[in-house]
């Protein structure tokens, strides 16, 4: 059966920083039998950045970019992406029988404007988490340095000197912080968008997931209880958090571990380069108290404007 192009697919973007909790909300999620969430699909990331190649592309890089970004400036392009991304996941749908997808790939927020000019009409889940402790999370299981050893930046061009310098992974995963959490943060306020504190969702795993299951349209009393299950679609797959497949249960053993995990400078550097108003901002004004209890300092909004200024230097750059 092919996907009926005047009944597009019915897609549900999953949004959240890595290391968040969005492999384990997609993971409850699923359990629903009219819900299918494969593992990270990055589908928008590449439809965004169509005609943009590898520079040691043998035809050059340069003249596919330029060539194809002249013939689609001639029809509308928009209509070309959303074409083929209904083709993408109606045909992902279709396969598994079920009737809606959630494309759960975190760095979405580096494309929030392209994913709404497609899909206007999609609803969006945004998983917030404690940033201290996706913090800790990118630095005990990714090897993320927290505290490089010029961090903090005694002037702008020392911060732009070491974000440069770093291994792209790294400076990715920093720029998550920095540029995405804010991006984020804006993103309530967009129409059909139910919000998740990854806190409450392992504290009532069964309520929060029935009351997102309920807003995409369907039954909630289909889903008995949001219990681990067989995470077993996840082990052929390089995406996805991998500690999901150790997990028995959902609990909220790892919700502190951050603030034994998390040296001192560690906890200033994060606060500098999210800043005060976006921590309380997000709901975090206890976590923010905690640290300032432990003689973290507030250096300002200036502050962490520079790093903002950096890493979207970082961001142009790697763009271009």
Known sequence: MKPDANHP??????????????TLLAHLLQQHPDVMAPPEPWLMLAVEAFGRVDHRHPAGSSLIQDATSEFLGRIDRTIVSRAFADAAYGQYLTAGGKRTLIDKTPRYWMVLDFLDSLY???????????????????KSTWGIPLLPESWPPASLSSLSDLVLSLPPDIA???????????????????????????????????????RVIAALGHDPTSIASATMGQPDYLRSSRFGDRKILERKAVDGR???????????????????????????????????????????????????????????????????
């Open 172 to 210: 990715s995963s920093l720029a998550d912080l920095v540029l995405g959490l804010p991006t984020l943060a804006a993103h309530p306020n967009r129409r059909q968008t139910e919000v998740v504190r990854y806190e409450t969702l392992v504290a009532r795993p069964d309520d929060e997931v029935r």
């Open 120 to 138: 206007p009409e999609a609803p969006h889940i945004l998983l917030l988490r404690n940033p201290y402790a996706v913090a800790a999370s990118l």
């Open 9 to 22: 697919p019915a897609v549900c973007f999953l949004l959240g920083l890595p290391r968040s909790g969005t």
């Open 254 to 320: 790892s919700l502190h571990t951050w603030q034994t995990d998390l040296s001192m400078r560690e906890m200033q550097a994060i606060t500098d380069a999210l800043g005060a108003e976006l921590l309380i901002e997000l709901g975090y004004e206890q976590e923010l108290r905690y640290v300032q209890q432990a003689g973290i300092v507030d250096r300002g909004p200036a502050v962490t404007e520079q790093y903002r200024q950096v890493f979207r230097t970082w961001w142009d750059l790697r763009r271009v």
